[in-house]
């Protein structure tokens, strides 16, 4: 049975539903009356659970390990339940014990394929990132950091988004390990770009780029075909989107 280590930073995603119907005598601001609220578990907790629902979605077994920050922040969203609309998101980072990480002892270089996680919170250095790409067997980096090419051309395959792409130093590099996701328009991959095949109805696209990294991790670790990974992949971010919260396919 193949073994997978997903790596990094994790939170809780509070969507809090309900109406806003009024405004604050006090001040002009919208008077929310909650509803409903949903807790999910978050960013690379997100990117575990989504890793699993795509191996059971594709037939395959594997174990898959987790290694996160000890402390949790929260991402609290409030949305009204009419619309649809997210008019807040109130954050609380608390990563207190971050830099717990001991990746020595991790073993990495004794799974199948290593899933990084990086929202740059503290949790991973650019010394620990280069140390996974050195060593595991098959490495995929989802990453909030700045470019260095200490890491950067040693992963198998990096996932930034458009924006990361344009503010992080990505672009113009030469890189043959990265894709590019565009949201609505697909993505792009040495070149070539990819758009999506299913158009969903978009209701959340909370938790999307989490998706994104399992599938096509998860189906590149057992198809070895980019082009397969990256169709499934923008498959399962088609699904995941039309649901309400981080959700998995």
């Known amino acids: 049975m193949k073994k997978i280590l997903v790596i990094g930073e994790s939170c809780l995603d509070i969507f809090t539903y309900g109406s806003a119907d009024r405004l604050c ?23 575990h659970r989504n890793t699993i629902a795509c191996l059971n979605d594709l037939g395959e077994e594997a174990e898959v390990d987790i290694k996160s920050n000890q402390s949790i922040g929260a991402k609290v969203r409030y949305i009204d339940s009419k619309s649809n609309q997210m008019f807040l998101r109130v954050d609380s980072d608390e990563y207190k014990e971050i830099n717990k990480l001991k990746l020595r002892e991790a073993n990495i270089w004794s799974y199948d394929a290593v899933i990084v996680s990086d929202y740059n ?23 909030k ?12 395959l990096i996932k930034i988004n458009e924006k990361e792409y ?36 978009v209701r959340d696209v909370s938790g999307a780029g989490d998706t994104f990294l399992a599938a096509f991790a998860t189906n590149y670790l057992f198809n070895q075909n980019v082009d397969l990974a990256i169709e499934y992949a923008q498959t399962c971010c088609s699904i995941v989107v039309s649901k309400a919260g981080t959700a998995t396919i």
């Open 166 to 201: 344009e503010e992080n130093g990505f672009k113009g590099m030469e890189m043959k390990n990265l894709i590019v996701t565009l949201g609505g328009e697909g993505c792009r991959f040495r070149g070539k770009k990819y758009p999506l095949k299913s158009v969903a109805q």
């Open 121 to 143: 919170k503290g949790y991973l250095k650019n010394s620990d990132l280069k140390y996974i790409a050195d060593n595991a067997q098959m490495s995929f980096l989802d990453t």
């Open 145 to 156: 950091k700045k470019y260095d090419s200490k890491w950067a051309d040693s992963f198998d």
């Open 25 to 47: 005598p006090e001040a002009p601001v919208p008077v929310f009356k909650q509803e409903d609220s949903i807790t999910f578990m978050g960013m690379a907790f997100n990117v």
